[in-house]
């Protein structure tokens, strides 16, 4: 037994977890007030709170960049989430201290939890990789915002980092818990026969370059942020049933660049799959924005899907509720998402999808500490982990790279098992 597994807890103690990544996602705090989007009072934080509640989490840590920050955030989710449900214990180390900026500072914070603890990092997109190496060295169990890196080397080394200290490494993609896109991929695999075509689309709203501008154009894009949730509803629906084998980007722009932002509006992926029982081809359209206006909903996104023998279209931005409320916009809400709205003064947001991401990966990290379950049972499509989303890296690296190349088709290559991209290189005509 290895020393990081034999300091592990059982399954009867409860979880200790480290947020890396104080941002929207983390806290809904974004520019000192809450965000102007669907996550005003944050996912990560509310929901290790909500578990720490419930007995499933103990210790909670928070790492971000500018320790001045926290004074703001710790108000924020006191009005946001203390003031809001009861029975809300908001404790919670943070690092750095108030009056540092240090962006390595994860490094601290790490040095204080144990091999066995759980970090779930929603950092900017090139960060991820160096971020989720330090932690995997540490012996702690991994969760990690879409795109899980950007670049098919990073994503190996990490399935040979966590495979050396047996630790749990997983994307956090909640659309996998959403109950139409989970309906979908079952139907799609059980009735819809080899893969023809899909089509889908995600956007946001313009200000959300704002809300992004510390990395938008610099160090990742929208596809990267965007495209990645219905790439990896391909790569989770078609595994074992077909694979990509070549990718082209194109792209939109205009309005970042009159913002002074070096970055395209809307990116299109075409990806060419392969179906693997008969060599038969199939084709997917990925496209994603960040510059669609103010609408009855944060983010448009749908999708059509079709097989040999069916197909489906869903419109996961309108769920048939729709709420009109004085000194508000008109709005399509979806408390599938996240429910925020309190039941007799109690957060009641268990059973959305996007809660259950998380609780289901700290049950998992439980579950493999005590030996109830290892690591490699969670390949079987339970959870994203880093050795089962391989493919979609490839697609989002090489969408990347063929805009890099005005257009050129880049093309995935495989090893002896057909099944995971090794390398990616331009297409010859």
């Not at 003031?83 to 690092?95: A, P, S």
């Not at 991401?357 to 700290?362: D, G, L, N």
């Not at 990347?400 to 331009?426: F, N, W």
Request: charged fraction near 20%; glycine fraction near 10%; hydrophobic fraction near 35%.
């Amino acid at each position: 037994m290895s020393a990081p597994e034999a300091k592990r807890p059982k399954l009867a103690d409860k979880a200790n977890v480290l947020m890396v990544g104080t941002g929207e996602y983390t806290t809904g705090y974004v520019g000192g007030t809450a965000a102007d989007s669907d996550k005003g009072a944050g996912v990560v934080a509310l929901t290790m709170f909500d578990l720490r509640r419930r007995g499933k989490v103990e210790r909670v840590g928070m790492c971000g960049v500018n320790g001045k920050k926290f004074p703001g955030i710790r108000n924020h989710m006191q009005k946001n989430i203390g003031d809001v449900y009861n029975n809300m214990d908001l404790t919670c180390d943070t690092f750095p201290s108030d009056d540092t900026v240090d962006p390595k500072a994860y490094l601290d914070a790490i040095s204080t939890f144990q091999a066995g603890d759980v970090a779930i990092i929603f950092t900017p997109d090139d960060t991820h990789y160096e971020i989720a190496m330090a932690c995997i060295e540490k012996g702690l169990h991994v969760m990690v915002t879409k795109p899980i890196v950007q670049t098919l080397e990073h994503h190996i080394n990490l399935i040979k980092a966590a495979k050396e200290k047996n630790v749990l490494v997983s994307m956090e993609v909640h659309k996998r818990w959403d109950p139409f896109y989970a309906d979908a991929r079952d139907r799609a695999r059980s009735q819809l026969g080899n893969f023809q075509y899909m089509y889908a689309y995600m956007s946001q709203p313009k200000h959300q370059l704002e809300t992004f501008k510390a990395w938008a154009g610099k160090s990742s894009d929208i596809s990267f942020y965007l495209n990645s949730h219905h790439v990896d509803f391909s790569e989770w629906t078609l595994e074992g049933i077909a694979r990509p084998i070549r990718v082209t980007g194109t792209s939109s722009t205009g309005v970042a660049h009159s913002k002074g932002m070096k970055t395209e509006d809307s990116i299109t992926l075409t990806v060419q799959w392969e179906n693997l029982s008969d060599k038969t081809l199939g084709c997917a359209v990925y496209t994603s924005s960040w510059v669609a206006p103010k609408s009855d909903v944060h983010s448009q996104q749908r999708f059509f899907y079709m097989g040999t023998n069916g197909e489906i279209n869903v419109d996961q931005a309108h769920r048939g509720m729709t709420v009109a409320q004085d000194g508000k916009p008109f709005g399509s809400v979806n408390p599938l998402f996240m429910k925020y709205t309190p039941t007799n003064g109690m957060f009641s947001g268990q059973g959305s999808y996007g809660v259950k991401s998380f609780e289901c990966f700290v049950d998992a990290c439980r579950a493999v500490n005590a030996g109830e379950k290892t690591v490699q049972e969670y390949d079987d499509g339970s959870l994203a982990t880093v050795g089962t989303t391989v493919q979609g890296t490839a697609i989002l690296e090489a969408g990347r790279l063929s805009l890099d190349a005005d257009g050129r088709p880049m093309d995935i290559l495989y090893g002896e098992d057909g099944h995971t991209p090794v390398g990616i290189k331009p297409h010859e005509f």
